[in-house]
Nanobody, 123 residues
Framework: QWQLVESGGGLVQPGGSLRLSCAAS????????IGWFRQAPGKEREGVSC????????NYADSVKGRFTISRDNAKNTVYLQMNSLTPEDTAVYYC????????????????WGQGTQVTVSS
């Protein structure tokens, strides 16, 4: 049984940065498109970013474009989400998820999910 495990969340001041990691145990991430999603209290889950299997293609939600960067290191079996210029509106539980599809599409159905990591942006 394999797992996706997120890490790197925490409390940060507005304007600060965090780097989230999504690591896999029990299976390699190479064959999967990986997406990052978030859910704030009282809000629906939204897609943040995704990255293709090779890392050559990425997509971002409009709300994070220019501030967040997704990347992957298949040798380390890890996908990262670098988050800069954070605002209180970025406060949410962040999840990584894996998709067997061919394209990086945030609206796809991702069948595999991690447990999430809390990101809180507050002064």
């Amino acid at each position: 049984q394999w797992q996706l495990v997120e890490s790197g969340g925490g409390l940060v001041q507005p304007g600060g940065s965090l780097r989230l990691s999504c690591a896999a145990s029990g299976r390699t991430l190479d064959p999967y498109v990986i997406g990052w999603f978030r859910q704030a209290p009282g809000k629906e889950r939204e897609g943040v970013s995704c990255i293709s299997r090779s890392g050559a293609s990425t997509n971002y939600a409009d709300s994070v474009k220019g501030r967040f960067t997704i990347s992957r290191d298949n040798a380390k079996n890890t996908v990262y989400l670098q988050m800069n210029s954070l605002t209180p509106e970025d406060t949410a539980v962040y999840y990584c998820a894996a998709d067997t599809g061919l394209r990086c599409v945030l609206s796809s159905v991702y069948p595999y999910w991690g447990q999430g990591t809390q990101v809180t942006v507050s002064s």
